[in-house]
Structure formats: structure tokens, C-alpha cells
């Protein structure tokens, strides 16, 4: 089976420019997230889709950060205009139902400069 | 919000040794799961437990909950080199739209020492 997708890797941009993050999820998972992890800390919730609606937003930093999710399957996180507090780890998970195990992908280290 | 917090933040241990770790958190849950994360394979989820379960295990893994105390425990037996990593915690919440989602603690640290 295969895993979660992530692109890319890596990223380095300076601060004002924007950045997008891309995600294809398991086959067949209909919930799909998108963390942040800071250096330190526990990934914290970004957003989370139940196939192409949204179940949460609530800690997307809305005037900066947008994500879709179309046809409910891969999804994009775009970041505009970043700040140097976005540098973190951006990670991509889904499961096949919400609340159940979930499977992360290798993730997307941010730089901004 | 709803978070578990890990203890301890850091863990150092012999190999063969065992290691434990305690997760405690807020509020009432439906389940709570343990999640490692190391350079190497990322963040991979190690075992679910149900708030009316109280003790699972999984190979070398042996998770207990305890709703009374609010609180979890992981316990690795016979830990490896390869069994360094950072553990987490995470528990269920409520979300926008009346579902749930999950929130992570800050983790253990552990290293095992060959």
C-alpha cells in the first residue's frame, strides 16, 4: 500500500513570498490533515477535511494560509504571504475514517528567511 | 483546548532496559493514541486505545488508561537503539463541525543507549 505523498521535501523562501505544499493521501481515505510542527513540539492542527469539505479550521491562520482539498483526494496548503514564524515542518496525514489511526506523510520543512 | 502533556520531556536509557512515559490530559475522551516520530520513518501511529479499555499491547508495546486520573501510560520492554525517537500522545477533541480531531502533546524524548 502506498503512503502519504508530500512535495516537496523542502523549502527555503524569504519572508512576504508565498509557498504552496502539495498532498496526495492513502486511496481510499476519506479524511486528510494538514499539521504544523515547530521544532520542539507536537503537530498541531491546521486543517482537516472529511473528503472535500472542511470538519476544522479553526487554528488555520486564515489571512495568510488557504487549503483545498478538490474532488477529495489530494489537497494543497498554500501559505501567502509567509512570515518567519511559518519556518516548521508541514505535515500531511489522512485516515479512513476520522478519529481512527492516522497516516502521515514525510512532511515539508519550511524555511522562510 | 483539550492536550495531552507528556512526561517525562526527555528519557535516557540503557538498551534492554524498559521505558515508560505518562500522557495526562484535560477532559473527557473517546480514545486516545501514541504516536512515534524519528528522523527516519516520520511520524508513525504505534496503538489506539477506547476510554472503556484499560490495558493494550501490541509487541513490545504496552499502552494502560486510566479515565479517572485522566491520564496514559506507555511502557517499551526490552527497548532497542532503534526504539529512540519522540513519543507522543495524542487525544480526541471536538471540532468545528461536531466531529472529532486529534491533539498532540509536546512528546518524551527517549534515547536508548546501545
Known amino acids: 500500500e502506498a503512503g502519504v505523498a508530500q512535495s516537496p521535501r523542502y523549502k527555503i523562501i524569504e519572508k512576504r513570498q508565498s509557498v504552496a505544499f502539495w498532498c496526495n493521501p492513502i486511496?481510499?481515505?476519506?479524511?486528510l490533515y494538514w499539521y504544523q510542527q515547530i521544532l520542539g513540539q507536537g503537530p498541531k492542527l491546521l486543517i482537516q477535511?472529511?473528503?472535500?469539505?472542511?470538519?476544522?479550521d479553526s487554528q488555520l491562520p486564515k489571512d495568510r494560509f488557504s487549503a483545498e482539498r478538490l474532488k477529495g483526494v489530494d489537497s494543497t496548503l498554500k501559505i501567502q504571504p509567509a512570515k518567519l514564524e511559518d519556518s516548521a515542518v508541514y505535515l500531511c496525514a489522512s485516515s479512513f475514517r476520522q478519529n481512527y489511526e492516522q497516516y502521515f506523510g514525510p512532511g515539508t520543512r519550511l524555511t522562510v528567511t | 483546548s483539550q492536550q495531552g502533556e507528556e512526561d517525562p520531556q526527555a528519557l535516557s536509557i540503557q538498551e534492554g532496559e524498559n521505558a515508560t512515559m505518562n500522557c495526562s490530559y484535560k477532559t473527557s475522551i473517546n480514545n486516545l493514541q501514541w504516536y512515534r516520530q524519528n528522523s527516519g520513518r516520520g511520524l508513525v501511529h504505534l496503538i489506539l486505545?477506547?476510554?472503556?479499555?484499560r490495558e493494550k499491547h501490541s509487541g513490545r508495546l504496552r499502552v494502560t488508561l486510566d479515565t479517572s486520573k485522566k491520564s496514559s501510560s506507555l511502557l517499551i520492554t526490552a527497548s532497542r537503539a532503534a526504539d529512540t525517537a519522540s513519543y507522543f500522545c495524542?487525544?480526541?477533541?471536538?471540532?468545528?463541525?461536531?466531529?472529532?480531531?486529534?491533539?498532540f502533546g509536546k512528546g518524551t524524548k527517549l534515547t536508548v543507549n546501545p
Open positions: 486511496s481510499g481515505h476519506a479524511t
Open positions: 477535511f472529511q473528503n472535500n469539505g472542511v470538519v476544522d
Open positions: 486505545i477506547r476510554s472503556n479499555e
Open positions: 495524542a487525544t480526541d477533541a471536538p471540532t468545528q463541525g461536531g466531529s472529532e480531531k486529534l491533539v
